[in-house]
């Protein structure tokens, strides 16, 4: 299958054709930055349906901003995922004040060669991590899983906060400490147990 | 979980399990693009709605009234104004009269405004 040329060109180049009217361009972005934007409302909302409403809420704020937008400013990423953050806080500060709205959803595991046991025990800690993290306050969240999920470093982490790179450490540290106390009960539900063993028979 | 290198390995995981993108959703994504792409002739409306981000719009809205005991309250005082102005006032015509002293007697006094109005058609 031949290789689109548009494959090649930065996600600015592409904003910038979409803005001009460019019918691919819209399609290409959103296969490249949508699903990081999805998967980092998930993290945070632990909640598909409210993920969705977020990633195309973010979106829609890009295709509108585009013919506004200045090259070399600001990383497309980078600003969706301050969108995504103040979204998120403005709807979890909403349903702090609904009742009984259940929010037990982690992202779904995407299907692998490995074997079924292998692959639940993936979806167990992938749900495990999840619940670990809806526990963490909501800074700390934002910044363990922009940090060691979505792999941004602490001056992009604190451009997206708002926040000094200092107070980002001390926040991702923090976090990370409070999800290992999280966690340390489960190491053998997880499976950890039989990891630690297979490395020793190695 | 007693070591980093087993919390390192959960996030190392999770960083690798991409969030499946599904295809609805690229569908709204692709249509609210079109919608407002610069130069189309498309509403510059979004297509599909997005339920919960209305509803947490509107939840700051009502608690930027204070919440739901404030919006009630204001919702009756709105209520009673209407009622006091719409109703009648001659019922408190005997008050009127024993204050101006064109009266000295009353036999009755009934202080809430008649409402024959708003059980009168046309």
């Known amino acids: ?25 819209a399609r290409l972005l959103t296969q490249r930055v949508a699903p990081r934007v999805f998967g980092y409302a998930t993290r945070l909302l632990a909640d598909r349906a ?23 400013e600001a990383q497309i990423s980078t600003w969706l995922y301050r969108v995504v953050t103040n979204l998120c806080t403005d709807l979890k500060r909403a349903s702090r004040r609904r ?24 979806a167990d800690r992938m749900t495990a991590l999840q619940r670990a993290l809806d526990q963490l306050p909501e800074r700390q ?8 999920i979505e792999g941004l470093t ?14 980002v450490e001390s926040l991702t540290a923090r976090g990370k400490r409070a999800l290992a106390a999280l966690l340390a009960g489960r190491k053998a539900d997880l499976g950890y147990d039989d990891d630690a063993d297979e490395r020793e028979a190695v | 979980m007693d070591d980093d290198m087993d919390l390192d390995a959960l996030l190392a995981q999770a960083a690798a399990t991409p969030a499946a993108l ?14 407002v792409q610069p130069g189309l002739p498309f509403s510059a409306l979004p297509s599909h709605p997005r339920p919960y981000l209305l509803r947490a719009w509107i939840s700051e809205f009502v608690a930027g009234l204070g919440g739901g005991p404030a919006l009630a309250g204001l919702s009756l005082a709105a209520a009673t104004g209407l009622f006091l102005g719409v109703a009648d ?21 009934d202080l809430l405004p008649a409402t024959d109005i708003l059980w009168t058609e046309n």
């Open chain 1, 154 to 167: 602490n001056p992009q982490i604190a451009q997206i906060m708002d926040l000094g790179v200092e107070a």
């Open chain 2, 89 to 109: 006032p001659t019922a408190l015509q005997s008050l009127t009269l024993l204050i101006a002293g064109e009266t000295t007697e009353v036999a009755q006094m």
């Open chain 2, 22 to 35: 599904s295809s609805a959703l690229t569908a709204r994504i692709l249509d609210d693009a079109r919608a």
């Open chain 1, 1 to 25: 299958m031949p290789r689109d040329p548009l494959d090649e060109v930065s996600d600015e180049t592409l904003l910038a054709l979409y803005a001009d009217g460019n019918a691919v361009a």
């Open chain 1, 50 to 72: 409210e993920a969705e409403d977020v990633t195309q809420e973010a979106m829609m704020r890009l295709w509108r901003i585009a013919p506004q937008w200045r090259a070399g």
């Open chain 1, 99 to 122: 009742p009984g709205v259940a929010l037990d959803d982690a992202p779904e595991v995407a299907a692998t060669s490995a074997s079924a046991v292998s692959t639940l025990m993936q």
């Open chain 1, 141 to 148: 969240r934002q910044a363990v899983v922009l940090r060691h």
